[in-house]
């Protein structure tokens, strides 16, 4: 059974711009959950969805955002980039509780 | 609230020694999982072991196993015989399991390194 894929792996923008990352979950699996990770902040939960419903959502501003289509693929999108918002973006998908598998991430880079 | 904390920011082991990665825990739910994650240099975080709060044994996942002391609120990653190929960043994480809360919330990370 193949993995999380996420695409693109790496991504130059800036500042001000707006970035689209995607996230194709494991086969079967219905929710998908986003992740923030840098070095000042470690790894922060973004948001999750289910059944193309937002189910979690983390302490982050509006301008983060996201969707859930039929076919469990997610997206994530950051709308006026700041260079704070460089970062790996990591994306995961469980079919049960006790387990989340994540994809390779994104490394986004905001100059 | 749920917390974290991962007291060792580096740890360095003798290639086929055993380690002990700690891990300590806060949280005022009852039902709740642990998770261990492995980050190497690529960035990928690959999932190494799960402990239930109600699981009455500790997880054991090959070289693998978690010590879950759940009086302390404590759940120690075990590597035995380690390999080169272990070096790398190791999370600790956490989720509330009574409902539909996926959320993981992670401590802040391990680095550990193998020597030949």
């Known amino acids: 059974k193949a993995g999380v894929t996420q695409t693109p792996r790496y991504l130059i923008k800036t500042r001000g711009q707006q970035v689209t990352l995607s996230c194709s979950p494991i086969s079967g699996h219905r929710s998908v959950s986003w992740y923030q990770q840098t070095p000042g902040q470690g790894l922060q939960f973004l948001f999750e969805y289910f059944s193309e419903t937002q189910r979690n959502k983390g302490n982050f501003p509006g301008r983060f955002s996201g969707r859930q289509f039929s076919n469990s693929r997610s997206e994530m999108n950051v709308s006026t980039l700041e260079l704070g918002d460089s970062a790996l973006y990591l994306c995961?998908?469980?079919?049960?509780?006790?387990?989340?598998?994540f994809g390779p991430g994104t490394r986004l880079t905001v100059l | 609230a749920q917390k974290i904390t991962q007291t060792q920011p580096g740890m360095f082991v003798q290639e086929k020694e055993a380690v002990t990665l700690d891990c300590t825990y806060d949280?005022?739910?009852?039902?709740?999982?642990l998770f261990w994650y492995k980050q190497p240099s690529s960035g990928e975080m690959i999932f190494l072991i799960y402990?239930?709060?109600?699981?009455?044994q500790n997880a054991t996942e090959g070289r693998y196993s978690l010590n879950f002391q759940k009086a302390r609120k404590s759940a120690n990653l075990v590597i035995s015989a380690s390999q080169l190929g272990d070096s790398a960043m190791y999370f600790c994480a956490m989720r509330y399991s009574g409902g539909s809360n996926y959320k993981l919330t992670f401590g802040k990370g391990t680095l550990l390194t193998v020597n030949p």
């Open positions: 402990q239930g709060s109600y699981d009455e």
């Open positions: 995961a998908s469980s079919y049960r509780s006790n387990e989340q598998f």
């Open positions: 949280t005022s739910d009852q039902s709740y999982g």
